[in-house]
Every structure is written in C-alpha cells, then in structure tokens.
C-alpha cells in the first residue's frame, strides 16, 4: 500500500476512527441507522456524490437516478458513497434571475464539502449554473474531484425540422409576426424541443459547461455530449464512479489537474465549439478559486483566431445528439492538437491529448477539419474603449458580419423593464442603424447580471425586415441566442460606468476588427454628466441579495463574491457538538 493509501491518510478517517472513542462512536453510530457494515467506517475511501437535482430544475431531474450509477461504481472501486444535495439552479423558474444564485450555491457546496467526512467528490451538474456553481466550491476545497455532466436533451424535432432549445425561443417573435405561427403550433413546438431528460441540447451554456469540463480534464473523456437518456452515460457515471477512488488513492486534487494550461485549452476549445460568451464569465471564476491568474484579455489572445470547427445551433444548424453521434468534443480536441497543451493532466491520470488521440469524426458536416472550418475566426472577441474601461465581449460567429464595425446613433432604455415597455412604442425613434443600449441589468444592477443582453428587435422593425442590430449592454446573453450584441460592459452603469452616461441620440461606435467600442461624446459633456449622475439605490438592505449587492465583483473579474474569491483547503481543525 502506497503512503497515499494508508487508511490513516484518508480525512474521512479522521471522523470515523479518530484516537477520541467518544467521538468515533458519534459519527460512525448515527450513520449506522443507515444500514451501513462496519467496514464502511474502516479506511475505505468516502466519496461525497454532490447531486443537483430538483423537479425545479428540469434539466438535471434525472440525476436522482444518475447516482445510483454512479454509487454503484464507487463500492465496486471498494469505496463507500454518500450522495448529498446542495442547492440546484434552474435557469428557466427562478426569480429574478439563476445567476444571482450561483456564488449561493458555490458556498453551499464548498462548505458541504469540507464540513462533512469526504475524501473525494463527485459533481453531478446539468442546467447552465449548476455546473460552475458546483466547481467554483469544489475548488475552494480542492479534494480528488470528477464532473459526471447529465447530457443534453435528444434533439428537437418540429415537423421534421430540429427545434433547438433556446434558440427557437429567439426565433418565436418573428415568425408569429411574420410566418402566421399559431398558439396551437407554439404548444406543439414546445413538447417538441424538450422530448426527453436532460440540459438544452443547442451549444447553449449547459452544453458549454460540459464541453469547458470536459475540455479542463475534469470528465472521463468524451463524457460532455452523450445525450442524458443514452445507456452510455450510465457507464460514464458508473466509471466516473470507479475513477473517483483511485483520483483519492493518487491524492489526485483539483489544482493538480487545473493548471494555466488546462485553462488555456478550454478557451481555445471553447473558441472551436463556438460556445457560449457565459463561459467567460464562470471559466473567470472558476480560475480564481483555484489560484490559476486570468485575464479578460486571454479569452481574446488565445480563442479568437481560433477556428469554429463546430455546426451546432445557435451558430450552426446542428444539435448536441448529432455532435454526440458525429464522435462528439473527443474528435475536436483531437483536431486541435496543434492548439492545445495535450500533456494536460486529466482525471483519469492521463493527458489530454492521449486521451483523444483515436477519436474519429463520423459526420463533418457536423464537425470540420481544422483545414476547412465552417468559420475562419471563432472565439469571443474582447472590446476596450471609453465605454468598456475593463472590457465588454462579443460573440463573432453569432453575429452579423456587416455589423461588426457599425456607427449608429443610441436609443437607450435605463433598465429592463423600461426596455420592455417602451421598446415597442410606435413613436420610438429608432432605425435599423440605431444602437440599444440597455443599463443597470450588470451583477449589482439588476442584481445577478441577467440574460437579457440579446434585446428583441422592435416588433415595427421586424416587421420591415430587420433580423439583427448592435446591442450593447452590461448584462449577459443567453448561450442559446444570437446577434451583435455587445456584453458584459465593465464597469456596469450602477457603479458609474461609462455606459450610466449614454443619452439617446449619443453616436457609438463599434469597431469589433480594432477591438474597440467608444462613446462619441466629448469629455467637457462626459464631466457635466458624470456631476450631475446619483447612483441607484441598493435593491435589499438583508438576506443573501443584500450581500451579493455589497461584495460581487464585476463582470471582468467573474462576478464572484470578493470574500469567496481563492480556496481555504480541506482541513477543519475543530470539531465540537
Ligand atoms: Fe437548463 Fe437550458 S434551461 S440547460
């Protein structure tokens, strides 16, 4: 037995053998009434299965079961499981907005974790939040860690046609304007986009987690595209099970496996896939757990040449089944090997690029060659300038070529809801030049930096033809959803950003080639506007908002709480009841 795997060495062990008798018998009597033999108390390895499911969250609902399996490969490997819930994020029910909960969530996790008596941690994620959310407090523990990641949702279909998750919402205004869409053809269009268990199942933001996961060496490989409902992914989560014990016995942590390069290959992969711009934000955050140093800038220095090697919805046409059935993210990491650091630790104890080195495409329409990408330039590109201090971001392949540099005249809506109400006022003053603006929806502002950065198109443009316009705003965009849509403006309005100061009619311009974004308004007026501008007033003076508001930092950074920001290891040197 090596040093490592010394039932002494196990911190489970401190809890269930210590030298203390009265104590020992306290945590190992109580967990007794489970049913549990006495060797499960006698140095086997304890994994903590840390589930997100909920009936509130649709896209992990399944996960109840996914533990079964993954229970089942844990005892096989001779360790012992415990599954735990910690709080699930739905994107689609909660108010006011999923991500104000995430940095919640990380610290339900993160404390779950180190309170209890685990020396390896299993994370079953699924919806958009649940996965970095999960992470981000892993990560402040840094125990032997694996992802099992749901699997998406089996394609949409729609009268033969796919119907993307997500990205159809987008298209619903237009064609009940234009194409005579229905009520009844809505309710069948819904049952068809959500036709089995799991996450959205276009490269939204779950299927851009499972990829970033997989693509940080944190999965078995191949694990992010198998559809929820395949029996192959009740294998991955019986041999994630399996793994996560030898990752305890190798004392195989977290910060071993995400070094810089593990992070630079998932922006490069993410640039490839043409994932979601929420990436950027939650891969930001995840860094700064570990310890590894990020910058804004990287996401544009190492992706944006990148090519999109990926046809998936919303940039391309296909959706994660086809991915799956085409060899999945396995043969884009392998198409990538000239990008990529592939000595890159992974969870199975080998490197990335072994791992994939036999993978093979089966389809390339739905996966190219990095000879003959479906676009030449992919990744996020990252905007400075007078409205953007610390950066703003753009998502190339999801937008209008011919908009990427574009000068236009503001119309600028204060905030969501006056967005909603007036954005269809027939006496709006806006063109297809025109540039929205929208403020005060950042991570204080709204607060939680909500998804609404793709503003909808006003209905009397639509109805002349209008598809797409610049949208600029300090929020974030769905990853199922599309345009020229300027993101994550930082620093946001509410904290005195540039971006408070925009009055309708200002020129902006973008200039995505020269990675610029400016405000065309001389500083004498700039200084007039910034005297005269009062700060919103905080939306909650208690409760969890109340101290999201007063320590979430802005966007550039991730917009993690600046308390939870870094990790305080596994060790918890007191113990009293
Ligand atoms: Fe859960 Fe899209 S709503 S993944």
């Known amino acids: 037995m090596s040093e490592k795997t010394k039932k002494e060495n196990l911190r489970s062990q401190s809890w269930f053998n210590p030298p203390d008798a009265k104590s020992g018998f306290i945590h190992r009597s109580w967990m007794r009434n489970q049913g549990l033999p006495n060797d499960y108390f006698e140095g086997r390895p304890v994994i903590g299965i840390c589930n997100t499911w909920s009936e509130l969250t649709p896209c992990n609902a399944h996960l109840r079961d996914f533990a079964e399996f993954v229970k089942k490969g844990v005892l096989e490997a001779g360790g012992v499981p415990f599954e735990f819930p910690v709080t699930s994020l739905g994107e689609i029910l909660m108010r006011p907005t999923a991500m104000l909960f995430r940095n919640l969530a990380s610290m339900d996790t993160e404390e779950t974790i180190r309170a209890n008596p685990m020396d390896g941690v299993v994370l079953l994620t699924g919806c958009d939040k649940t996965t970095p959310s999960t992470l981000m407090g892993a990560c402040s523990v840094d125990l032997p860690t694996i992802v099992v990641p749901g699997g998406p949702m089996l394609n949409g279909k729609y009268k033969g046609e796919r119907i993307g998750s997500g990205t159809f919402v987008w298209q619903l205004k237009d064609k009940i304007k234009n194409e005579g869409f229905t009520h009844e053809d809505q309710i069948v269009a819904e049952i068809c986009s959500a036709r089995s268990a799991g996450h959205c199942m276009t490269m939204g933001t779950a299927s851009t987690m499972a990829c970033m996961v997989e693509s940080l060496g944190l999965t078995l490989p191949g694990a992010a595209a198998i559809p929820a409902v395949d029996s192959r992914k009740k294998v991955m989560a019986q041999l994630s099970g399996r793994r996560i014990v030898e990752m305890v016995k190798e004392d195989l942590k977290l910060s071993t496996i995400l070094t810089r390069k593990a992070f630079e290959n998932a922006i490069k992969v993410n640039a490839a896939i043409g994932g979601s711009t929420n990436f950027i934000i939650h891969l930001t955050a995840i860094a700064g757990r570990i310890g590894v140093k990020l910058d804004l800038k990287d996401f544009d220095t190492l992706g944006s040449k990148i090519p999109l090697l990926v046809n998936l ?124 603006v929208l403020k005060g929806v950042g991570p204080k502002g709204y607060p939680g930096m909500p998804e609404v950065g793709n503003i909808e198109i006003p209905d009397k443009l639509i109805t002349k033809g209008i598809k797409d316009m610049v949208r600029i705003s300090d929020g974030r965009m769905s990853g199922t959803a599309y345009g020229t849509v300027v993101l994550h403006v930082s620093p946001e309005s509410t904290v005195g950003g540039l971006l408070a100061l925009v009055q309708t009619g200002d020129m902006i311009v973008l200039d995505v080639p020269n990675r610029k974004l400016h405000l065309d308004v001389d500083d004498a007026e700039l200084k007039k506007r910034k005297d005269a501008w009062v700060p919103p007033q905080r939306h909650m003076e208690r409760g969890y908002v109340s101290l999201y508001e007063k320590t979430v930092q802005q966007a550039h950074l991730g917009a993690d709480l600046d308390f939870l920001v870094g990790k305080s290891s596994s060790e918890v040197t007191r113990d009293a009841h």
């Open 313 to 436: 919805m919303p940039s391309g046409k296909f959706l994660m089944e086809d991915f799956f059935d085409a060899g999945g993210l396995p043969v884009v990491i392998k198409q990538m090997k000239d990008h990529l650091h592939n000595d890159a630790l992974t969870v199975n104890g080998k490197p990335i690029g072994a791992n994939n080195e036999m993978a093979e495409c089966y389809n390339d329409e739905v996966i190219a060659t990095l000879g003959k990408p479906f676009l030449e330039e992919a990744g996020i590109a990252v905007l400075y300038g007078n409205l953007c201090e610390d950066g703003a971001v753009i998502k190339p392949s999801a937008a209008t070529p011919e908009l990427m540099t574009h000068k236009g005249k503001a119309v600028v809506f204060e905030n969501i809801e006056d967005c909603i109400v007036n954005i269809n006022d027939p006496d709006l003053d806006i063109d297809g030049s025109s540039v929205i």
